[in-house]
């Protein structure tokens, strides 16, 4: 079982550029989520998705979007791209009865 | 809306010593304390919830307990081991919104 499948792994990007991190799930999980990783800061929520079709905004959602096309695939797009952005980024889903969140194996960005 | 502070930021124990890792939350009326345990290179995965209508509660070498009235709750660890070693997050579920905030993070060392 996969679980989910974030890509890329890691990606050195030049600042003003457009960049969409990938995220899949087989879990057939109806929440979505994405958070950033950054020492010190913990984990902070930038978008999420309670189901297919609808999308939040989370703690930290400026300079990101996010779609929610399918229960399966939740990407996240930078549309121009800011050092401050450089994280590792997570992407998590859960199921609705236990709350427990499974998480991706992380995408780190450098912006540079 | 909630705010989780965990304390201390790095923590390094001999094998074989518990560990204790404490953690407060602002939303009186938050319900559920997960903690997660993040090895390095990898996503976190749970390890170990407790809900607000149980004191304490523990699965062979951890345990974590939950003070409502003063809002804090910890993660204790005995007789650790080397593979303990880890960055370990404590969270909270918003009471409106039903999203988890993550608390800084601690990193735990166990020195063989």
């Known amino acids: 079982i996969a679980g989910i499948t974030q890509a890329p792994t890691s990606q050195i990007l030049a600042a003003g550029r457009r960049m969409t991190l990938r995220c899949t799930q087989d879990?057939?999980?109806?929440?979505m989520y994405w958070y950033r990783q950054d020492l010190g800061l913990g984990l902070r929520l930038i978008h999420y998705?309670?189901?297919?079709?609808?999308?939040g905004k989370g703690e930290v959602p400026d300079g990101y979007s996010v779609s929610r096309a399918n229960t399966d695939d939740f990407p996240l797009t930078l549309a121009s791209a800011v050092p401050s952005q450089t994280s590792v980024y997570f992407c998590?889903?859960?199921?609705?009865?236990?709350?427990?969140?499974?998480f991706g194996e992380g995408s780190r960005l450098t912006v540079l | 809306g909630e705010n989780v502070e965990q304390h201390p930021s790095t923590l390094s124990v001999q094998e074989g010593d518990s560990a204790v890792i404490k953690c407060t939350y602002s939303?009186?009326?938050?319900?559920?304390f997960p903690w997660y345990k993040q090895e390095l290179g990898k996503g976190p995965q749970l390890i170990i919830d407790?809900?607000?209508?149980?004191g304490e509660k523990k699965d062979q070498r951890i345990a974590v307990t939950l003070n409502k009235t003063a809002k804090h709750f910890s993660l204790h660890i005995t007789e650790t081991q080397p593979e303990d070693s880890a960055v370990y997050f404590c969270?909270?579920?918003?009471?409106?919104?039903?999203?988890?905030?993550f608390g800084a993070g601690t990193i735990l060392r166990v020195k063989s």
């Open positions: 879990m057939r999980h109806n929440a």
């Open positions: 998590a889903s859960s199921a609705e009865n236990t709350g427990e969140l499974f």
């Open positions: 998705s309670n189901t297919a079709g609808t999308t």
């Open positions: 969270a909270a579920r918003e009471s409106y919104g039903n999203k988890l905030v």
């Open positions: 939303d009186s009326a938050s319900n559920y």
């Open positions: 407790i809900r607000s209508n149980v």
